[in-house]
């Protein structure tokens, strides 16, 4: 089995070029391609022709897009960009996957909502995003459900990884340099691993071979729900336990509300997932959003 893996260097495509490689011959390109046997081939999103060229010539059975305009706040400023990666891509992916027979693999976000009450959002529930961010990763949604290709698409929240930068690591060196934090307490959701989001994408696709009528969309989140407020004293307090405990300036981490840190773009309060039905469709279990935290801490202190 061929699977070509799109956006291999970002959070999430550096964790699937590692899960997804036990499962068959992995082509993975970033922006920039590479040179494949018949000539180039294009990874950039922002490259429509190029990139259902690459479909053609690489002929997978599954595609995985981990690429995304994922800059919330600067999409506000670039909407044609962001609607190209995240919107009109996806589309071509989808239109690709449904000529070939690929399967096609895309992650979404709870971006899509728009954060009213305290529920954990549900797959079918009305989406309602707040930014350019939301509204181009919807229509990319939007694009392959309404494609015939066959699709899993993966909603996933507040994605972190050890490698490259990440809000812990901004909290671990605000903490240093300051006497006191102050951290956004009314947006609710649970910090995702993009360990354990590769992880579940491989153990969804070996489902997938035996059935493949579990297609659709799922919501994947680590379990539970924190603030950032909350995440960031959490990830505070296990730096100081730490083997090599880090020495701390700030005396204070303090509470924020949203409204009082103006960003471009704006971003849901509520981000809850329900997941009920990826884990009963697929047999998984997810675990606690500090289990992956403290394992992300222990790689990166
Ligand atoms: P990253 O920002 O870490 O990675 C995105 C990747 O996409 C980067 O490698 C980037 O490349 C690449 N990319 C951007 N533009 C292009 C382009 N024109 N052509 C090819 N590649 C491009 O994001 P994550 O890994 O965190 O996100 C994975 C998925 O999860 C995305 O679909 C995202 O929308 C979704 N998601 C992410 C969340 C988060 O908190 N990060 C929350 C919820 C969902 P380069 O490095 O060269 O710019």
């Known amino acids: 089995m061929r699977i070509l893996l799109l956006g291999k260097n970002g959070q999430l495509g550096w964790e699937l070029q590692r899960s997804l490689a036990p499962l068959g011959e992995l082509v993975a390109l970033d922006r920039h391609g590479t040179d494949g046997l018949s000539g180039p081939l294009a990874g950039d999103l922002a490259d429509l022709d190029g990139l259902a060229a690459t479909v053609r010539a690489v002929r997978p059975q599954i595609i995985v897009n981990a690429a995304a305009y994922t800059a919330v706040d600067k999409a506000e400023s670039e909407p044609d960009l962001a609607r190209c990666i995240n919107a009109d891509a996806p589309a071509v992916l989808a239109r690709e996957a449904a000529t070939s027979g690929a399967l096609l693999v ?31 990763k919807l229509a990319g949604e939007q694009a392959i459900g309404q494609s015939a290709a066959q699709h899993l698409v993966l909603r996933t929240s507040w994605v972190y990884a050890a490698r490259g930068g990440n809000f812990v690591k901004t909290m671990l060196r605000l903490a240093q340099e300051r006497e006191r934090l102050t951290v956004i307490n009314d947006q609710w959701g649970a910090p995702t691993g993009a360990d354990l989001i590769a992880d579940v994408t491989a153990h969804a696709l070996r489902q997938w071979r035996a059935r493949p009528e579990c297609g659709g969309t799922y919501h994947l989140a680590a379990a539970g729900v924190t603030t950032w407020f909350e995440y960031a004293k959490y990830a505070l307090a296990q730096a100081q336990q730490a083997h090599t405990a880090v020495p701390l300036k700030a005396k204070e981490v303090l509470p924020m509300a949203t409204k009082d840190y103006p960003t471009p773009a704006k971003r849901p309060h509520n981000s809850r997932l329900d997941t009920r039905k990826l884990q009963s ?21």
Do not use: C, K, N
């Open 106 to 136: 895309h992650y979404s976000t709870d971006y899509v909502f728009d954060g009213r009450g305290e529920q954990p959002w549900r797959e079918g529930d009305a989406t309602g995003p707040l930014s350019v961010y939301g509204q181009t």
């Open 281 to 301: 469709t697929f047999g998984l279990r997810l675990p606690p959003w500090q289990d992956g935290v403290r394992r992300m801490m222990a790689e990166i202190l």
